[in-house]
Each structure stands twice: as structure tokens, then as C-alpha cells.
């Protein structure tokens, strides 16, 4: 998964996709090198997760191009991009309990059964989830479910990590352990992620880069210093709150 | 409500609908049983007697209605279920196509596509009785599953794919299992479509696709109203022996699966 100095790992040239008649973003370019972070922040109907969807091989855009490892992967299915979709709700199969949930992109592969449950405790227990491991999926508070469905989609090795606010609807605490946790697996896993919010310290928190989308449109930063300077970013905004609440 | 006269309530309905099919049970078994006698003086068992001396012509009669209700209960299911999968994003445009096949009544339906199928040669064949059922059935399929596809299953399929399941995979390990329950019920009340139909097995079957439900017309018509009761019964023996083995294929299977 690496790619070439000259080339970024995931480069997007020229994206272009609308609903019926409106634009939800023209001429989008993206570059994104391999294990990199990448933190996307944009108001609420901007069009974050229609670009993760794109980027996923959920859906497709109307023009430009996707290149992943050097290859064009417009048209490619979710697997053979090597891309895995995490949304906002942590979504697990109803029918199959926490061990099965986690297993499942590996029985989709056929592996054997040993390598399998080896494989499958050590997630569990890497996600502190092994108590749980026959608990139904209805009966996990918010947080285990996200750790549940973060861990599943980690098991089919992702090349490419998509994650659409997945802590958004969490307690502060579960969210800040979820950040921990996200952020050290990615890393050990060596996974490039896109992971898109629209709470500026959580993008701070996450990401290695940082990206901005409105209207349409979308910027890159060029550092962390650079987005931390940009009064749209919203980080400015965050630190006058925090000066002024604070004692 | 509270829990007691919801039960209450819950028991008396099921009473007040098996009431008609007991008084069924109690006219084949009865000699007679003039209005307005509570309960029959004689009984007799000679109603069922006849059966079992017909039982020769009978038995080809009703394999080949089971048959024929299996055949279209697996190809509608099947189908209406895909279809309604290709819909769930579409407009509610494309639904309403399912309704039409219930706003033409059958009877009118055979005769109108009567010179098609003889022209076909499909009139008097068992694949032409299978085939003219199918619409109903299938429209009935398709408006059935339709609830199942709610935006979270069609998210948990988009989730299999991006987690690496082919097609085939993601019918077999993730909307299988999952509407399971929905795809009995649909099998169930679809191949009940074909087992009580009369009208199309009379016009395209011609006289030469005997079932169940013609045997049992021409014993309504014969004007013995016991021996009707015993022969509605027999009907009635299938789905009865269903929902005693899955009572569940009647409703209560029906409202969790749909279900968001």
C-alpha cells in the first residue's frame, strides 16, 4: 500500500456529483498519502458522506477520477478498492452476536476455523470486548456497538478506512476513548483513513491532515497550522469559546 | 390497555374467527341440523366416509394443488422479494404496478387472456394454470417485502458488500437470515393464493388441470351442504396444519419482520 514520492496513495481529480439538480460538490481534488489521516470538516448537508460513499464504491460520481495505489478505481466495487465504509450509526448485523458480528468479513473470505478464532479473540481483547463476545447486538450501550462495528471493519484489513462521524452520537467519554483507540488501531494496522466531522477538535484529535468542505467545495490544508489559522475552520471560534469559558 | 384485556380481547377474536370453521366441523359431522337447534341431534361420519371412497381421484387432485402452490409460492416469493429490493430506491410509482393485478378480478382476467393462452397452447396445461397465477400472487409478493427494505437493512447490505461480500453472499449471510421470518409468511400466504384459486384453474386449465379447490367446487354445486362443510374442510386441512405446526406464519411473524 504504498505508492510512488511523485504520486499520492489516494488521489481524487476533478470530482463532480449531484443530486437532481443540485451540486453537491464540482471539481473536487484530493490527495491523501498511505497511512495518513485525513480529517474532513463541513457543516451538516455538505456533502461529507456522499464524498465518503464515492470514495467507498457505494456510490459513484458523476465525473472525475479516483486513484487508489495507482490504480483508477472509479468504477471498482467497495472490495476491490479495499475500502471499508464505517457510518455514523455503529450498524451491526442484527442476527449474529458480538464474536460473529466481528468474524464476519472472515467467513466472507473462507478462512479455516482455527486461524479464524484466533484472529477473532484478538480483536476482542485489543477492543476489551471479549466478555461480550456473545452478547447480542441489542443489548450493547452505544459506545460497545461502535467498538463492535470499528473492530469488524479493522478484521478485513482496510486499506482505506472511511469513517462518517462515527463517535457523533456517543458520551464525551466513549467518544475520547473511541478517538484513542481509533487512532492507535489505524496506525497499527497501517490503514489510511478518511474520517469525516464537523466538531473542529475531534478533526485536531484525529487527524494528520485536514480538509474543509463547503458550498461545494472543498480545501486543503497545507499543515496543521495552516487549518488551526483559517477562521472558517472553526478552530479560532473553539479556542475564543474555551478562553472566554474558562476561569 | 392494559395487558389482561389486551389478552382478553386477543383470545375472543381468535374465537370469534375460528367460530365459522367450527360450525363447518359440527354440519360435516352432523345428520341434520335444523335451524334453529343449538346443536345437532345425530351425528354421523358418512360425509367423510365418501371421501375416503374417493380417496383414489381425490389424492392426484390435491398433490397437484400442493405442487402447483409450492411452485408458485417459491417463484413469488422469490421474485417479488428481489423486485422489491430493485424498488426500495425507486419512486412509489413503480409500486402502484403492483397493485393492478387486484384490481382486475380473476374471472375476468382468464377470460381475457383465454384466447392467448389457447393460442399459446397453453389452455388445459398444468404450466399454463402456474403461469396465470403467478401475476397475483407475485404483485402480492412484491407488495409484501417491500417493508423489509427499510434504510437500515439497505445500509447493513452496503456494509457486506464494503466488508467484501459478493452478491451471492450478501443474499445468503445477511438478507436471508434477516427476513427469514417475512420470506415464510410471504411463501406461506402466496402458495395459499394458488391453493384456494378457482376461477383461473377452471378457465385455463379447461377442464383438464383437476384440483383440489374444482373437486371441491363441484361438491358445493351438487347442492349437499354436509358434504360441502367436510369438503371445505379438507380445503381448509393445509394452511390449518401450518399455522398449527408456525402459528406465528399468520401474523405476529409478519409485524416483527416488517419491522424497522
Given amino acids: 500500500m504504498t505508492a510512488t514520492a511523485a504520486s499520492p496513495w489516494l488521489c481524487v481529480r476533478h470530482l463532480a456529483k449531484r443530486h437532481g439538480a443540485t451540486a453537491v460538490f464540482s471539481a473536487l481534488n484530493l490527495e491523501l498519502n498511505a497511512g495518513e489521516t485525513l480529517a474532513v470538516i463541513g457543516a451538516s448537508g455538505c456533502g461529507k458522506t456522499t464524498l465518503l460513499r464515492i470514495l467507498a464504491g457505494l456510490d459513484y460520481a458523476d465525473a472525475g477520477s479516483i486513484t487508489i495505489n495507482g490504480r483508477d478505481s472509479g468504477r471498482d466495487t467497495p472490495h476491490a478498492r479495499g475500502a471499508v465504509y464505517l457510518y455514523q450509526e455503529p450498524l451491526l448485523f442484527p442476527h449474529l452476536d458480538v464474536y460473529e458480528n466481528i468474524a464476519f468479513g472472515l467467513r466472507l473470505r473462507n478462512m479455516a476455523d482455527d486461524a479464524l478464532r484466533g484472529e477473532v479473540h484478538g480483536m476482542l481483547d485489543a477492543l476489551a470486548l471479549r466478555a461480550l463476545a456473545h452478547r447480542d447486538p441489542a443489548s450493547l450501550s452505544g459506545g460497545q456497538r461502535q467498538r463492535v462495528a470499528f473492530g469488524r471493519a479493522l478484521m478485513v484489513k482496510p486499506a482505506l478506512l472511511l469513517l462518517d462521524e462515527p463517535f457523533s452520537n456517543l458520551d464525551p467519554q466513549a467518544r475520547a476513548d473511541m478517538q484513542t483507540l481509533c487512532k492507535t488501531m489505524t496506525r497499527h494496522h497501517g490503514c489510511t483513513v478518511v474520517f469525516v466531522t464537523h466538531d473542529v477538535k475531534e478533526a485536531l484529535i484525529m487527524g494528520d491532515r485536514h480538509g474543509r468542505l463547503a458550498d461545494g467545495h472543498y480545501l486543503a490544508y497545507a499543515d496543521r497550522a495552516a487549518f488551526c489559522a483559517d477562521p472558517a475552520s472553526g478552530v479560532q471560534a473553539e479556542r475564543a469559546f474555551w478562553r472566554d469559558a474558562l476561569p | ?260
Fill in chain 2, 1 to 260: 390497555m392494559g395487558e389482561r384485556l389486551r389478552a382478553i380481547l386477543g383470545h375472543g377474536l381468535g374465537l370469534l374467527v375460528m367460530l365459522p370453521f367450527a360450525a363447518l366441523l359440527v354440519l360435516s359431522l352432523a345428520r341434520s341440523w335444523p335451524y334453529p337447534q343449538l346443536w345437532p341431534a345425530v351425528w354421523q361420519f358418512d360425509q367423510w366416509l365418501l371421501f375416503g371412497a374417493q380417496w383414489s381421484t381425490l389424492a392426484p387432485a390435491a398433490l397437484r394443488s400442493l405442487s402447483l402452490a409450492l411452485l408458485v409460492g417459491l417463484l413469488a416469493t422469490g421474485a417479488g422479494f428481489l423486485t422489491s429490493r430493485v424498488l426500495a430506491r425507486r419512486s412509489r410509482g413503480w409500486l402502484t404496478l403492483a397493485l393492478l393485478p387486484f384490481a382486475v378480478p380473476p374471472v375476468v382476467y382468464a377470460v381475457s387472456l383465454g384466447q392467448a393462452y389457447a393460442a399459446l397452447g397453453l389452455n388445459g396445461h398444468y404450466g399454463g394454470v402456474l403461469l396465470a397465477q403467478l401475476p397475483f400472487a407475485y404483485a402480492y409478493a412484491v407488495l409484501l417485502c417491500r417493508g423489509y427494505w427499510t434504510r437500515t437493512r439497505l445500509e447493513l447490505g452496503e456494509l457486506a458488500l464494503s466488508l467484501g461480500a459478493r452478491p451471492a453472499q450478501l443474499w445468503w449471510r445477511v438478507h436471508g437470515p434477516l427476513a427469514r421470518g417475512l420470506l415464510g409468511v410471504c411463501l406461506f400466504q402466496t402458495a395459499l393464493m394458488s391453493w384456494f384459486d378457482f376461477a383461473l384453474v377452471r378457465f385455463i386449465g379447461a377442464g383438464h388441470v383437476e384440483t383440489l379447490s374444482l373437486r371441491v367446487f363441484d361438491t358445493l354445486n351438487a347442492g349437499d351442504l354436509r358434504q360441502a362443510a367436510a369438503a371445505a374442510l379438507i380445503m381448509l386441512a393445509p394452511p390449518c396444519l401450518a399455522l398449527l405446526i408456525n402459528p406465528r406464519l399468520l401474523w405476529p411473524a409478519l409485524t416483527r419482520a416488517v419491522a424497522p
